[in-house]
């Protein structure tokens, strides 16, 4: 990537004229058989590290969990293996599946983040990863999410959630591709970036090409981006108050070249 593109510089903007189609149609079907390998270099391990180490911060001591979009089960089952009593749920009813071949397994179900129907003050801690909610794209869907999560959160329970930036999403984060490596799973994908509408298009195209049957399949993700103000405020119109922003992996306030964010919220209901 070169410099100009990642200092926001060069030509990014283009019009997505089709509206997203919602996960569980185009994204996340035929690469949740996949999805392990693909992410094989995903320190998931150190991701549970940061959340451990924002919960020690907070002086929160949380037993009963929610990983909301908990994709093949990776996070949800490392909290349980360090003692947490963690569930999950995720929209994608192919990546459930394998939340049971985890070890631990994370007992999980098949449910929509923006819809989430659990029960009154359930959990001390939701955490949601891997920009999960930015694939939150159809009008109010976000703010349902929140709502649920406040909904199902304990009095002064926390929400820790990442997101990408605006600023990852406008510089091609995306477009990119291991065709030059002997991965089995062989990939090639291209982002689109419609700065109107804050929307981010990836056409995903794969090869499988390790052992057993080689096939090809193709899969569009779109993600939106959002500014931190629109957040705080989803947060807060949901019954949440927003302690802490921070620039990924570190507790330094979030810069303009950020390209991913973790927030911490805290359910505001009184006992």
Known sequence: M????????????EAIEDEPTPVGRDAFTDVSAYY???????????WVDYVLAILEREGHRPERVLDLCCGT?????????????????DLSEGMVRRCASREPALPAVVMDASALGLRQDSFDLVV????????????????RCFEGVSHTLRPGGLMIFDM?????????LFTQNNTN????????????????RRLCKVEMNFRWRGSGEKMEF????????????????MLAAAGMETLHVYNAYDFREPGVFSDRVYYVARALKVE
């Open 181 to 196: 490596t002997l991965e089995p799973l062989e990939y090639r994908w291209k982002s689109h970036w419609d700065e109107s």
């Open 36 to 46: 392990d390998t693909l992410m094989s270099a995903v320190p998931y391990r150190s």
């Open 73 to 89: 089960g990776k996070v949800g089952s490392e909290l349980r293996r360090r003692g947490y009593d963690t569930v999950g749920v």
């Open 128 to 143: 949601s990863l891997y920009d999960s909610l930015n694939y939150l794209v159809q009008p109010g869907a976000l703010e």
């Open 2 to 13: 070169n410099l100009r593109r990642f200092l926001g510089l060069g030509p990014r903007d």
């Open 218 to 233: 193709s899969e569009t993700h779109y993600e939106r981006a959002w500014e931190e103000e629109e957040v705080r405020d």
């Open 164 to 172: 990408n930036t605006i600023h990852a999403l406008r510089i091609g």
